[in-house]
Each structure stands twice: as C-alpha cells, then as structure tokens.
C-alpha cells in the first residue's frame, strides 16, 4: 500500500500562493495514479486534482487554471501547486492514490494522511 505524507500548508492572503508537496513511501508511488483532495470544514472531501503514473492530469472545474498537479517519480513526490488562492479554497489538503472508472476518480486506500492545512485570509 502507499503510504503518504502531505506538507506545505500555511496561511496565506487571498490572491497568494502555495506549493503542496506529498511525500509516498511503501509500494512505489510512481505506480499510481494521485489525486489531491480537499475538505472544508462541514464539507465532504472532494478531488481536486488528479495524476496518472503517466502524467496525465484532470481538474475540478472549480481549479482549472488556478492549481497544478505535477509528480517527480525519482523523488515519490506529488506536487500542488495552488495559485490566485480564494478564501474558498480554505480546507485541510491530502493526497492518496487514485483509479479512474469511466469520467469518476475513486481513492484506492481507506486509511487517510493527516492532510496538510491551508488557510485563506487577509
């Protein structure tokens, strides 16, 4: 199983900038497909982002243009990088591996990192 770990979280101000990173372990990260999903407080999470093991990506409508998920095999790493940041996207950011049927992604694990927190404020 893949195992993860989020960071690059912080508080930033509204129209900033933030680069999440996670870190996999275990089975070989570059293996999978990842997605980024978030949750908002009183929120389900949602994906936000998505990777294939090929670098293939696919966006929420709601980041289109504004985040970019990118990988770095060699370092089983997963990258977010969130521009043009709203309020809105506050929420607590994971990552976990993915698999895509039909248009639909689904997570592949049920046990979850402990995420990392952005928050968008002035």
């Known amino acids: 199983h893949v195992q993860v770990v989020e960071s690059g979280g912080g508080l930033v101000q509204p129209g900033g900038s933030l680069r999440l990173s996670c870190a996999g372990s275990?089975?070989?990260?570059?293996?999978?497909?990842m997605g980024w999903y978030r949750q908002a407080p009183g929120k389900q999470r949602e994906l936000g982002a998505a990777?294939?093991?090929?670098?293939?990506?696919n966006y929420q409508d709601s980041v289109k243009g504004l985040f970019t998920i990118s990988r770095d095999n060699a370092k089983n790493t997963v990258y977010l990088q969130m521009n043009s940041l709203k309020p809105e996207d506050t929420a607590v950011y994971y990552c976990?591996?993915?698999?895509?049927?039909?248009?639909?992604?689904?997570?592949?694990?049920?046990?979850w990192g402990q995420g990392t927190q952005v928050t968008v404020s002035s």
């Open positions: 976990n591996s993915v698999i895509r049927y039909g248009s639909s992604w689904f997570p592949t694990r049920d046990v």
């Open positions: 275990g089975s070989i990260l570059s293996l999978n497909a």
């Open positions: 990777i294939t093991s090929r670098g293939s990506t």
